[in-house]
């Protein structure tokens, strides 16, 4: 487990409280930040399309690693929605690609703006040392989700 300087219990610790309290934060940026009710996965697939384009069901799928099905049902919920639309494939008429409409646009505009308006609002809560500690966190952060 842990070697005799106790080491490898600390880097446990802090991996227990990262991931804890991560969590939080986004569970807490989920609950504070959704002006219009919807769900994780409705909001995954926005932020995907918006950030992809028309995209297929099974191109989602696997960027959200996923089985089609979900994916598909979450699709036909933002459809009714009226968030997304589909239009046909350039180059093979057997898919369908899935776009973001004006109203989706929208909504996923909202949604940002939301998060970035109670992230500001909560980190302007912190000393001006806290903030520095923080933006050099985010760094380290962005090594670690990139890391293999």
Request: proline share 4%; aromatic share 2%.
């Amino acid at each position: 487990m842990g070697d005799s300087s106790g080491h490898s219990t600390s880097l446990e610790t802090t991996v227990t409280e990262l991931l804890l309290e991560v969590g939080q934060l986004l569970r807490r940026l989920r609950a504070d930040t959704n002006p219009d009710g919807l769900t994780w996965s409705q909001t995954v697939v926005l932020t995907r399309l918006e950030s992809t384009g028309p995209t297929t069901t099974a191109d989602l799928a696997r960027a959200e690693a996923v089985k089609p099905q979900s994916i598909g049902a979450t699709l036909t919920e933002l459809e009714r929605e009226g968030l997304v639309e589909r239009r046909p494939h350039p180059t093979d008429g057997r898919q369908v690609l899935f776009a973001l409409t004006a109203e989706g646009i929208e909504a996923w505009q909202k949604r940002s703006a939301a998060k970035q308006k109670w992230l500001l609002e909560a980190m302007a809560r912190l000393t001006p040392e806290e903030r520095e500690t923080l933006r050099s966190a985010v760094a380290l952060i962005k090594r670690l989700g990139a890391a293999d």
